[in-house]
């Protein structure tokens, strides 16, 4: 009789804790929806607080770090080694919209470091050396003629910061028509635009007068962060004296800001190639018509953190 009275309490008590759970499991989703509920609902909140006239201020970027070290591994070639991978990049904005008119100014850093020291060679460079060097400014100011159509202003500089400043750099003045059909979309199209070129090499690098394309996206969807750049400019002078850049960046939030971040970009530009390939390669009798204009790409991929 003892026996099949604790067989009964505990047949109860296991039914009890399963209903209790079920019903744990029950608020905890219902709480879940709640939370989902109120993230809409301050993204909406957000998304009206951006429509209002007055600065904005915002920036995501990518911080990627790679570290190891390798002491008596004899499996590979240099068994007795430290290497290291640093990229940092950042993509900050600055935006002032009024009824009249409107002021962006948006930037673009990559820079990244590599290095692999060779233990067991004495002569072996054990410094970290510069891998990816990029920065952008980009500051256009418009005069509204509707909510959609603007005159325009745009300075765009691009250059290095770690290695060759502004040898080459790259500056644009121009104006236009800057086109927003979306709020996330802005098109800039100048037929007059001066292509400034800082650098000492004057045989190969030249100024000339141009058009100017720009289309920036910038759009969030939920917990992802998607930023893409075109930047083209059309020489009157010459189409060696061309070039255009293109960069992405995607952010996706896991926690608090911190989260995934890739960022890749493609260029094309014959003055870098020419110069790569007689300053760097020693190639003296290369010529815009001569000369290999591969592809020019990066790609990044880390931890990134919203601001």
């Known amino acids: 009789m003892k026996r099949i009275f604790t067989i009964c309490f505990l047949l109860v008590a296991t039914a009890s804790f399963a209903q209790t759970k079920e019903e744990l499991k029950s608020i905890q989703s219902a709480k879940k929806d709640s939370i989902s509920a109120l993230q809409s609902e301050v993204k909406a909140l957000q998304t009206q607080i951006d429509k209002y006239p007055g600065w904005h201020y915002g920036a995501f970027g990518t911080i990627g770090a790679n570290l190891s070290e390798f002491s008596n591994w004899y499996a590979q070639g240099s068994p007795n080694n430290s290497a290291g991978n640093i990229t940092i990049t950042v993509n900050p904005y600055a935006k002032l919209n009024k009824e009249t008119f409107f002021w962006y100014t948006t930037a673009n850093v990559n820079l990244s470091w590599v290095k692999?020291?060779?233990?067991?060679?004495p002569n072996d460079d054990d410094d970290y050396r510069q891998a990816t060097d990029i920065f952008t400014l980009t500051s256009l100011y418009g005069y509204k003629f509707s909510e959609k159509l603007a005159a325009s202003a745009l300075v765009e500089y691009r250059t290095t910061l770690l290695n060759n400043f502004n040898d080459p750099g790259y500056l644009d003045l121009g104006v236009?028509?800057?086109?927003?059909?979306?709020?996330?979309?802005?098109?800039?199209?100048?037929?007059?635009?001066?292509n400034f070129v800082f650098s000492d090499d004057d045989v190969i690098f030249d100024s000339s007068l141009g058009a100017k394309l720009v289309a920036d996206y910038s759009k969030s969807f939920g917990k992802l962060n998607v930023k893409s750049n075109l930047s083209m400019f059309q020489s009157y002078k010459s189409s060696d004296l061309s070039n255009w850049t293109w960069t992405n960046a995607l952010g996706y939030e896991l926690w608090r800001g911190i989260g995934l971040g890739f960022e890749f970009g493609l260029r094309d530009n014959k003055q870098e190639a020419l110069n790569y390939a007689i300053n760097t390669q020693g190639n003296t009798g290369e010529t815009f018509d001569s000369v290999d204009n591969d592809l020019q790409t990066y790609w990044t991929f880390g931890l990134s953190y919203a601001f």
Do not use: R
């Open 176 to 194: 236009g028509v800057t086109w927003t059909p979306v709020s996330s979309l802005i098109v800039v199209i100048h037929p007059l635009n001066y």
């Open 116 to 121: 692999f020291d060779d233990k067991d060679d």
